[in-house]
């Protein structure tokens, strides 16, 4: 099993800057992806960003891409949203989740086999 913790929500304004933290434990993988999902009230699910956590590479939503930047800390099995120019548009519940023994990204949430119990983000405009 893979625990998911995320952190880092909040209340901020229109272009404030925010930094979501997911830390991992549990049996970890060295070939792993985490993303990041976000859910409006009343919308589904929809993908925001992912990283593989051994090579690195990255793949953002068009709707976040240039704006959002995911990272990783593998030494403290951490990875990172840093959000920019928030928008009102981006406020949701933010949920990352792993994908395991893969290198391969997804944007689809149903190809996640772990989830975090989501972190609150409010852009006020």
């Known amino acids: 099993q893979v625990q998911l913790a995320e952190s880092g929500g909040g209340l901020v304004q229109a272009g404030d800057s925010l930094r979501l933290s997911c830390a991992a434990s549990?049996?970890?993988?060295?070939?792993?992806?985490i993303g990041w999902f976000r859910q409006a009230p009343g919308k589904e699910r929809v993908f925001v960003a992912a990283?593989?956590?051994?090579?690195?590479?990255?793949y953002y939503a068009d709707s976040v891409r240039g704006r959002f930047t995911v990272s990783r800390d593998n030494a403290n099995d951490t990875v990172y949203l840093q959000m920019n120019s928030l928008k009102s548009e981006d406020t949701a519940v933010y949920y990352c989740?792993?994908?395991?023994?893969?290198?391969?990204?997804?944007?689809?949430?149903?190809?996640?086999?772990?989830w975090g119990q989501g972190t609150q983000v409010t852009v006020s405009s």
């Open positions: 549990g049996r970890t993988f060295s070939n792993v992806v």
């Open positions: 990283i593989s956590w051994s090579g690195g590479r990255t």
């Open positions: 989740a792993a994908r395991g023994s893969t290198w391969a990204i997804s944007v689809r949430a149903y190809d996640y086999d772990y």
